[in-house]
Each structure stands twice: as C-alpha cells, then as structure tokens.
C-alpha cells in the first residue's frame, strides 16, 4: 500500500502562484511514478502533470503547459507542482496519484487539496 497526503491548496488571484506537494509513504517502490490530476466542479478527473521514478522524465496537460513545473524532492518520495500565472479555469480539487509508470498512474490516489482562484 501507498499512502500520499497533499498539501499547499488555497485561494490565490489570478495571475497567482501556488505550490503542491504530495508526500508519499509505504511501498513506494513499486509505485515510484508520480504526477496530478485535477476535477473541477460537474467534470471529469483530468490529467494535470506527472514525473517518472527518476525524474527524468516529465509529462504535462496542455491547459498548464508553460505555466507549471512539477517535480521531486531529494528523497524522491515527495512530488511537487508550482503553478504560475493561474487562472480561474485552474480551479479544482487536485489529486496526487502514484503508480507503476507515467501512463499508469492511477493506483494511489490522495485525498485531495482545494486549489481556487479568484478573477
């Protein structure tokens, strides 16, 4: 079992910044690949950004392309997403998830943390 927490959701203007971060414990190593998703209000869960076991390699949603980083701690078991430049359609709740690889990122999910800006 893998246990992630997040943390870092608020309300920021748009034009803002916020910081998530998504720690991870438990049998991490089977699970390494870790990333975000987010659900807005009457939609679907969307894919946001993910980072591989290493690192190394990194994949990013369109609508946050440009405008978000996400990526690991030194202990490799804590996952970050700065995002910049936020707008009012970045509002959701944002799910840390874990998994096997980048494509199969949806075995662990966090509870989520409330991310809202304001126009």
């Known amino acids: 079992q893998v246990q992630l927490v997040e943390s870092g959701g608020g309300l920021v203007q748009a034009g803002g910044s916020l910081r998530l971060s998504c720690a991870a414990s438990?049998?991490?190593?089977?699970?390494?690949?870790m990333g975000w998703f987010r659900q807005a209000p009457g939609k679907e869960r969307e894919f946001v950004a993910a980072?591989?076991?290493?690192?190394?390699?990194?994949s990013y949603a369109d609508s946050v392309k440009g405008r978000s980083t996400i990526s690991r701690g030194n202990a490799k078991n804590t996952v970050y997403l700065q995002m910049n430049s936020l707008k009012p359609e970045d509002t959701a709740v944002y799910y840390c998830?874990?998994?096997?690889?980048?494509?199969?990122?949806?075995?662990?999910w966090g509870q989520g943390t409330q991310v809202t800006v304001s126009s």
């Open positions: 980072i591989s076991c290493r690192g190394g390699s990194t």
């Open positions: 438990g049998r991490t190593f089977s699970s390494c690949a």
């Open positions: 998830a874990a998994g096997p690889a980048i494509a199969l990122m949806n075995d662990y």
